[in-house]
């Protein structure tokens, strides 16, 4: 793949990603999501850290008192979950890989 098409940046503008058909092989991509199984399942998530994703400032501010755990994850491994994965002791009520609504932003050593 030696570029980008016109079509492709369209689509990604209008849904937000872009699929890119053999921009790794099946073996790496077999290994990616072997890594990252690992990660998740050796993740250690203090209580404090246990944060419903929200993309919306607001949401954020309410629920976790500032946007520093999500801003400041550029250099770091940090999880974010999908709502209603804790009790309300903060324990998970879901599998830890089910629970999950993305994982950033420091991966890239993965």
Not at 46 to 59: A, I, K, N, W
Request: glycine share 10%; proline share 2%; with cysteine.
């Amino acid at each position: 793949m030696d570029f980008v098409t016109d079509e492709q940046v369209h689509k990604y503008r209008e849904d937000g990603y872009l699929v890119l058909d053999g921009f790794l092989s099946p073996e790496e991509c077999d290994a990616l999501r072997e890594r990252m199984a690992d990660i998740v399942e050796g993740m250690d998530v203090p209580q404090h850290c246990r944060l419903e994703f929200s993309t919306d400032h607001d949401e954020q501010i309410k629920s976790q008192g500032s946007a520093d755990y999500f801003l400041t994850s550029g250099d770091k491994i940090r999880f974010f979950f999908e709502k209603g994965v804790f009790d309300d002791k903060g324990d998970f009520i879901l599998k830890k890989e089910r629970s999950l609504n993305k994982i950033g932003h420091g991966e890239w050593g993965v």
